[in-house]
C-alpha cells in the first residue's frame, strides 16, 4: 500500500484548498478556440506596459547571469525617499502576496488566532491555515469590515490581524479615522497588518495617513504593491512599511533574493513614472462610472468600490453567468468561494474591455 500523502501533510495544509487565480486568457483561448478575449478577472492595469518601465527591463537584461541584489538597495531608496520612511523599515517581496505569508509564518504559530473579516481577501486565510493557526473570521458589515466586532474578537491568543483597505474581492473602504481608532484600541503585542494594495486607487483626500501612523504604533505594518496601479503585476514585487524591528524579523524568514533583478529595476522605474500612474488612476476612475451606470441603468445591485474593480449581485447563480461571460469571450471573477455565490467581480479595464464586457452582460442577463 502506498503512503498517504494528505494525512502526511502538515494538519492546517491538510484543509487547504489552492488560490484561485483568475483564468488566463490563453487558455481560454484554448478551450473555445476563440480570439479577441478580454480578461477582466485579476485586477490588473489594463494600460500597456510604461515606456520608462520598459526601458528599465531592457536595461536589465545584459545582467541576468547575475543574482539580484538580495537587499534591493536602489528600490528600498527610492521607497524610502517616496514615503519619508528609512529603508531599515522596508521589506520588499515577490508581490505583496509574499509579504502576508512572511507575516504570518514570523509571527503566528499553531495556538495562535488571527483575526480578519468575513468578505476580506482569500490570502489571509490561506496563510493562516497553513500555519495551522486559528483563523478567526468575523461577519462583514454591509460587505465590509466590521471593525467594533473584529476589536470584539480579539482574545489573549490573538497574534494578528489583517485589514484590507480597499478590500478585495468587495471592494469596501474604511474611514481613516476610523482604522485609527481601531489602532488605539488594539494591544501592542497584537501585529495589524494594513495591506493597502489598492492604496492609489484611492482619492488623495481620503486616503489615509498610514506611514505616519507607524510612528505612533510600532505592530502596525502596511503592505502596498506594484502589481495594481503600477502595472507590474507578472513581475510579483510588493512590499511592507514597518517598524524596523518588524522589518529585521521579516528578513530573517525572506528568502534571500525573493524579487528578481528585472522586477527591482521595473519598479524603480515605474516609482519614477507619476504620468502612467496618474493616467492609470483617471482610466480606472472613468471606467468606474461607466459600470456603476450601467448597474444603476438594469437596476443590478453592485458594491460601491474604491479599487480598480466592481463587485455585482447577477441575482442568479453567479458561476453560470460566469460561465456564458466566459463563451462570449469575456473573463470575470466567479467569487463563491468567499461565499457570495450570486456575485461576480470585474476588474475595470479600458473603454473597449468595458463596452465588451456590458455587452456581454446585457446578452447574458437578457438586459
Ligand atoms: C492584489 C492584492 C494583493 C497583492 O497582490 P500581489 O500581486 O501579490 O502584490 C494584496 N492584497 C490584496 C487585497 C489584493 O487584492
Known amino acids: 500500500m502506498s503512503c498517504d500523502f494528505l494525512a502526511l501533510a502538515n494538519l492546517g495544509v491538510q484543509g487547504l484548498h489552492p488560490y484561485q487565480a483568475g483564468k488566463p486568457v490563453d487558455e481560454l483561448e484554448r478551450e473555445l478556440g476563440i480570439s479577441d478575449i478580454v480578461k477582466l478577472a485579476s485586477n490588473e492595469n489594463p494600460l500597456p506596459l510604461s515606456e520608462q518601465v520598459k526601458a528599465a527591463i531592457t536595461a536589465e537584461l545584459s545582467e541576468l547571469s547575475r543574482y539580484p541584489d538580495a537587499n534591493g538597495y536602489h528600490l528600498k531608496q527610492a521607497l524610502a525617499s517616496e514615503y519619508g520612511v528609512t529603508a531599515e523599515q522596508i521589506t520588499l517581496g515577490n508581490g505583496s502576496n509574499d509579504v502576508l505569508e512572511l507575516l504570518a509564518r514570523a509571527y503566528v504559530s499553531t495556538q495562535d488566532e488571527v483575526i480578519f473579516a468575513q468578505y476580506a481577501f482569500v490570502v489571509y486565510p490561506l496563510v493562516t491555515q497553513a500555519i495551522g493557526a486559528k483563523a478567526v473570521a468575523v461577519p462583514a458589515k454591509d460587505w465590509g ?148 451606470a450601467f448597474f444603476e441603468q438594469h437596476n443590478l445591485a453592485y458594491i460601491a468600490s474604491k479599487g480598480n474593480f466592481i463587485t455585482f449581485d447577477t441575482g442568479r447563480d453567479g458561476q453560470q453567468v460566469y460561465q456564458a461571460l466566459l463563451a462570449l469571450g469575456v473573463i470575470v471573477r466567479p467569487i463563491g468561494g468567499y461565499g457570495m455565490p450570486a456575485h461576480l467581480r470585474v476588474s475595470i479595464g479600458t473603454t473597449a474591455e468595458n463596452q465588451k464586457f456590458k455587452t456581454a452582460l446585457a446578452q447574458v442577463l437578457a438586459l
Open 145 to 292: 469590515h466590521d471593525l467594533d466586532a473584529m476589536r470584539a474578537a480579539i482574545t489573549e491568543h490573538t497574534r494578528m490581524i489583517f485589514i484590507a483597505n480597499p478590500n478585495n474581492p468587495t471592494g469596501t473602504f474604511l474611514a481613516s479615522a476610523d482604522i485609527l481608532a481601531f489602532l488605539e484600541q488594539v494591544p501592542e503585542n497584537i501585529v495589524v497588518v494594513l495591506d493597502e494594495a489598492y492604496f492609489e486607487y484611492v482619492e488623495q483626500s481620503e486616503r489615509a495617513d498610514s506611514i505616519n501612523w507607524l510612528q505612533r504604533f510600532p505592530n502596525l505594518v502596511v503592505t502596498r504593491t506594484f502589481s495594481k496601479a503600477y502595472g507590474l503585476a507578472a513581475l510579483r514585487v510588493g512590499y511592507a512599511i514597518s517598524s524596523p524591528a518588524i522589518a529585521d524579523i521579516l528578513n530573517r524568514v525572506r528568502q534571500p533574493f525573493n524579487c528578481n533583478s528585472v522586477a527591482l529595476a521595473a519598479a524603480c522605474a515605474a516609482l519614477q513614472d507619476k504620468q502612467y500612474l496618474a493616467e492609470s488612476v483617471a482610466l480606472n476612475q472613468q471606467g468606474m462610472e461607466d459600470l456603476v
